[in-house]
Nanobody, 121 residues
Framework: QVQLVDTGGGLVQAGGSLRLSCAASGRTVSRYNMGWFRQAPGKEREFVIAVDWSGTGTSYTNSVKGRFTISRDNARNTVYLQMNSLKPEDTAIYYC??????????????WGQGTQVTVSS
């Protein structure tokens, strides 16, 4: 089983920045598509951003365009989510996820435990 440990959440003011980390087991970062989802109170979990296994393709939801970036460090087997210009509507539990090559993001194979991001106004 692949294990994902996502950390780095916290409380920040609007306009601030935060970086989340996702440490993976089993050389997952270089062998799986890696991404981040989030779930705000009372809402469904939504896709945020992802990078494919090769690191050459990135996808994201429009609400984070220009503010969030995803990166991967294969040597550390870690994926990062850099969040800038944070808004109160970004408040959610953020989950790292991994899915096998050739699979979509409708049902990821593995999930992190989630880390809370709270943005105050």
């Amino acid at each position: 089983q692949v294990q994902l440990v996502d950390t780095g959440g916290g409380l920040v003011q609007a306009g601030g920045s935060l970086r989340l980390s996702c440490a993976a087991s089993g050389r997952t970062v270089s062998r799986y598509n890696m991404g981040w989802f989030r779930q705000a109170p009372g809402k469904e979990r939504e896709f945020v951003i992802a990078v494919d296994w090769s690191g050459t393709g990135t996808s994201y939801t429009n609400s984070v365009k220009g503010r969030f970036t995803i990166s991967r460090d294969n040597a550390r087997n870690t994926v990062y989510l850099q969040m800038n210009s944070l808004k109160p509507e970004d408040t959610a539990i953020y989950y790292c996820a991994a899915t096998r090559k050739g699979s979509g993001w409708s049902n990821p194979d593995y999930w992190g435990q989630g880390t809370q991001v709270t943005v105050s106004s």
